[in-house]
């Protein structure tokens, strides 16, 4: 009796490792991961950003909070330090303007190849600035803010 108990013991053993091969560790061999990363649309990094920003408790500048942010490029983050290096600002570059608004909203991208511009536009009456990205490799990356006048 304790043979076969021992026997039906590695049956099951064999039948459970043979089931977590065909159906958890194979698939994604033969065919790719089911979560493949979709590259996010510009207006989807500046949106996000911005929401980031904007609820940041404290000053992201001051904390230099941005600098391990993935949304900006290496080339605008030390645009930001060259910035504040000094710590004397009248115009937050981010926002172009004195204060954090309520809202913040992406619009659609216009994107001309390796260059995407994207309008934003606040909750303060008329307040705009325009954001530039650039792609690095599959990712899109904020690359500059240009301010309204």
Same mark, same amino acid.
């Given at each position: 009796?304790?043979?076969?108990?021992?026997?039906?013991?590695? !049956?099951?053993?064999?039948?459970?490792?043979?089931?977590?091969?065909?159906?958890? !560790?194979?698939? %994604?061999?033969?065919?790719?991961?089911?979560?493949?990363?979709?590259?996010?649309?510009? /207006?989807? !990094?500046?949106?996000?950003?911005?929401?980031?920003?904007? $609820?940041?408790?404290?000053?992201?500048?001051?904390?230099?909070?941005?600098?391990?942010? /993935?949304?900006? $490029?290496?080339?605008?983050?030390?645009?930001?330090?060259?910035?504040?290096?000094?710590?004397?600002?009248?115009?937050? %570059?981010?926002?172009?303007?004195?204060?954090? %608004?309520?809202?913040?909203?992406? &619009?659609?991208?216009?994107?001309?190849? /390796?260059?995407?511009?994207?309008?934003?536009?606040?909750?303060?009456?008329? &307040?705009?600035?325009?954001?530039?990205?650039?792609?690095?490799?599959?990712?899109?990356?904020?690359? &500059?803010?240009?301010?309204?006048?």
């Amino acid at each position: 009796m304790k043979n076969k108990n021992q026997v039906a013991f590695l !049956i099951i053993l064999v039948a459970v490792a043979a089931a977590t091969l065909l159906f958890v !560790i194979l698939p %994604p061999i033969l065919y790719g991961t089911a979560q493949e990363t979709k590259t996010a649309a510009p /207006e989807q !990094i500046v949106q996000q950003f911005y929401d980031w920003y904007v $609820s940041y408790q404290g000053n992201p500048l001051v904390d230099k909070a941005y600098q391990g942010n /993935e949304s900006l $490029s290496p080339a605008f983050i030390a645009h930001l330090d060259d910035f504040t290096r000094n710590g004397e600002w009248r115009v937050d %570059p981010v926002l172009c303007a004195q204060d954090v %608004p309520n809202a913040v909203t992406a &619009h659609p991208a216009q994107v001309s190849g /390796e260059r995407a511009s994207v309008e934003v536009t606040t909750s303060f009456t008329g &307040h705009r600035l325009m954001v530039e990205l650039a792609k690095a490799g599959d990712a899109w990356t904020i690359d &500059h803010v240009a301010c309204s006048r």
